[in-house]
Each structure stands twice: as C-alpha cells, then as structure tokens.
C-alpha cells in the first residue's frame, strides 16, 4: 500500500516557475514508477510526465516539454514536478501517480494539489 500526499501547488502568473512534490508513504518507494497527471476545469485527466525506478528516465507530454522536470530522491520518498514558464493553460489539479509495474495505468493516486496560472 503506497499513500501519496502532494503539496506545493497555488497561485502564479504566466512566465513564472512553481515546484510541485508528492511524497510518498510505505515502504519500497523505489520500487514504484512515478508519474504525474493534471485534471483542468472541464476536461479529462491527463498524463504530464513520469519517471523510472532509478530516476535515469523520464518521459513528458508534448505540451510541457522543455518546460517541466520530473525528478525522484529515493531516500526522501518524494517526486518532484518542477515547473517553468508556466501558461494559464497549465491551470489544472495535478495529481501524483504511482505504480510498480507501469505508470500508464496507475495502481496508486494522491488527492492532487491545484496550480493556478494567471494571465
């Protein structure tokens, strides 16, 4: 059983960067791929980035390529989204995501944590 509590979320202004965190309760973190998804206001739920066991490989949605970071620190039990030149279409509840087989069909889920980008 893995818990996942993210945080860092708020209010900012297009251009801007945030750093979003998920940490991660239970044992074997990292065993598990990591991912992380966003829900905007009317729409479905959406895949942004995920990150392998080890942290060594990452993989993002075309929408924030080159503009957001996936990374892992396997002693803290904790995954990071870090976020640059953010748009207001980046507005969105993002959720953390964890499973030990594939991040494409996540077994694990945190409550998620609002970003709001002004424009």
């Known amino acids: 059983q893995v818990q996942l509590v993210e945080s860092g979320g708020g209010l900012v202004q297009a251009g801007d960067s945030l750093r979003v965190s998920c940490a991660a309760s239970g044992r074997f973190f990292s065993t598990y791929y990591m991912g992380w998804f966003r829900q905007a206001p009317g729409k479905t739920r959406e895949f942004v980035a995920a990150?392998?066991?080890?942290?060594?490989?990452?993989t993002y949605a075309e929408s924030v390529k080159g503009r957001f970071t996936i990374s892992r620190d396997n002693a803290r039990n904790t995954v990071y989204l870090q976020m640059s030149s953010l748009k207001p279409e980046d507005t969105a509840v993002y959720y953390c995501?964890?499973?030990?087989?594939?991040?494409?069909?996540?077994?694990?889920w945190g409550k998620g944590t609002l970003v709001t980008v002004s424009s």
């Open positions: 990150i392998n066991r080890s942290g060594d490989s990452t």
């Open positions: 995501a964890a499973d030990p087989s594939s991040i494409a069909v996540p077994q694990y």
